[in-house]
């Protein structure tokens, strides 16, 4: 018989990095003393333990569902905002167009770390410290020209005679641009979705300076989760396994948007 050495190296490189997420899930329903003492495959103690703190503990819950507010807030404001420009960018040729597209990307390039600080003395002088509007709004600035850039490609790949054939049937901008335009950019809405809501949900330096009790993100608990005895390692794998579900969970309902992405090169 023939061995498809493709398949096979295929097989082995997904083993190979299903292999960090199966030890995470081992360590989930383990105690510590199993994890620190102990070198084994599966639990010996087999334990819910970790999630039922996760569960019952608010500092833990709420974590999570601080992340989920303000990252669903950063997703719908970096929509919002990058719908009308980048169909702005996509239509229409104005004096510094190019630049002003180029400096947007460029936020996108600079590190989080940079603007920390000014967000933390912004948000402290005007009271919006610790809330989630202010995590959302600071996570824009990245979010916002990606996802601009995303759907300004897939909008040049919408012929400009169907704006003008939409304006003769008597529709006004706003009618044409929900009824007509935006289900033919779905693909292009679902990936910057996608990206806003990957990486305001992985973010973690600017999630954790601009909070501290009300809007603690799940990441920042992990972070700060330490007692004498140590880090409680099997909570914090525990912590782990959940917080990778909502990320599996956009990647498995926009998988086809991001193959059609990929397809169209903009992705």
Known sequence: MKINK???????????LMLPIYWLINMSFKTNQDILNSFSL?????????????FTDPSWYKGYLNSITYVVMNTLISLAVALPAAYAFSRYSFMGD???????????????????LPFFQLYSSVGLFDTHIA???????????????????????????????????????FGFFRKIFMP????????????????????LLLSRTL??????????????????????????????????????LVIYFVRNHIA??????RV
Not at 6 to 11: D, F, G, H, I, N
Not at 44 to 54: A, E, K, M, S, W
Not at 260 to 265: M, N, P, Y
């Open 6 to 16: 493709s398949a096979c190296v295929m097989v082995l490189y997904i083993l190979f």
């Open 42 to 54: 599966w639990p010996n103690n087999f334990t819910f333990d970790n999630y039922i703190v996760i």
């Open 98 to 116: 190019k630049h002003l597209f180029f400096w947007l990307l460029s936020n996108r390039m600079a590190p989080p770390a940079v603007f920390a």
């Open 135 to 173: 995590v959302a709004l600071a996570h824009t600035l990245f979010n916002v020209p990606l996802a601009v850039w995303i759907l300004e490609g897939f909008m040049r790949g919408v012929p400009k005679e169907i704006d003008e054939t939409a304006y003769i049937d008597g529709y006004g901008f």
């Open 184 to 203: 033919l950019i779905a693909s292009g809405i679902g990936v910057a979705a996608f990206f806003c809501f990957m990486f305001s949900w992985v973010e």
């Open 260 to 265: 059609k992405g990929f397809a169209l090169g």
């Open 211 to 248: 909070t501290s009790v009300d809007a603690k993100s799940i990441a920042a608990t992990m972070t700060r989760t330490a007692s004498a005895s140590g880090l409680d390692w099997g909570l914090l794998a525990a912590a782990g396994v959940l917080t990778i579900i909502p990320g599996a």
